[in-house]
């Protein structure tokens, strides 16, 4: 839908903002700056790139939860950094903004996973609206992840499912990854001295892959093989894949440095880098 009218009282959601990390992609440094001085001042971290190719960059390094983009843009516009965000980071809202919006450009971008699409310019309080909408909407979805998380978690342990497949890796049980980062693959948890975050069985076996072959880039189809003990497709491993990595991406994002060990070659696959690795203990 089209939005050119201010929303009702009431209309934003109440969400703690400086929890969220919002990216601000547009081509005029105005336009850019305004719309990060409009986010900062209600309280969100913001960061801001000048370009599509900017943006992809900044995607393949940090986790977002939002992206302000603009749609029309020199070089990769707003539709393939859209394209790459989906793919890459599907829980990242994506709001797209433009000043020559048609119901056809409208539909096809919420039909390639936009949350919203505005046009340009948009008062301060709509810009803001749409925003806490998007971001209570990756809030929920990330709810009901974390729920099925631990309802697999504990329908393993009421089966007592015990793990039948030869090891992935070394028979050591735990592996310092880097930054005082331990994964404790008995216990399944992600943890240093301040913080402890459980893996589930496939995540577990993602991230073993990964640590014992962080010298080479495995393709989807790959990956899934091992992980999931199956063969896919080319275009079935990534729809396979790219939910398992986001979540594994974000239970790691909790630690410092995290970000850049789990490296997306594109047009390859995935990594894990090895100078960010140290050897298991």
Request: proline share 5%; charged share 25%; net charge neutral.
């Amino acid at each position: 839908m089209l939005h050119n009218a201010i929303p009702p009282p009431g209309a934003r959601c109440s969400l703690p903002s400086a929890s969220f990390l919002i990216l601000v992609v547009d081509d005029e440094a105005t336009m850019r700056r305004s719309l990060a001085d409009i986010l900062r001042l209600e309280g969100y971290r913001v960061q801001m790139a000048e370009s599509g190719e900017e943006a992809i960059q900044r995607l393949q390094c940090d986790t977002y939860d939002l992206l302000l983009l603009d749609l029309k843009m020199p070089g990769v516009d707003g539709v393939e950094v859209l394209r790459f965000a989906v793919k890459t980071a599907p829980e990242t809202q994506v709001i797209l903004l433009t000043a020559h919006g048609s119901l056809e450009s409208a539909i096809e971008a919420l039909r390639l996973g936009a949350h919203d699409y505005l046009l340009k310019p948009s008062s301060p309080d709509l810009i803001l609206a749409s925003v806490a909408k998007a971001l209570k909407a990756r809030t929920e979805l990330l709810q009901r992840e974390e729920l099925l998380t631990q309802l697999e978690s504990s329908v393993q342990a009421l089966k007592g499912i015990k793990e039948t497949t030869p090891p992935i890796i070394s028979q050591r049980d735990e592996w310092l990854i880097g930054n005082g980062v331990r994964v404790d693959f008995d216990r399944r948890v992600i943890w240093n001295e301040s913080l402890q975050v459980s893996l589930t069985l496939t995540e577990s076996k993602l991230i073993k892959v990964l640590l014992e072959n962080r010298d080479y880039v495995f393709t989807h189809q790959e990956l899934v093989a091992k992980v999931q003990g199956y063969e896919t497709t080319g275009q079935e491993a990534p729809v396979v894949l790219r939910p398992l990595v986001s979540r594994l991406r974000r239970k790691l994002s909790k630690f410092p440095g995290s970000q850049h060990w789990i490296v997306n070659v594109r047009g390859r696959g995935y990594g894990f880098e090895q100078s960010k690795t140290e050897a298991p203990r």
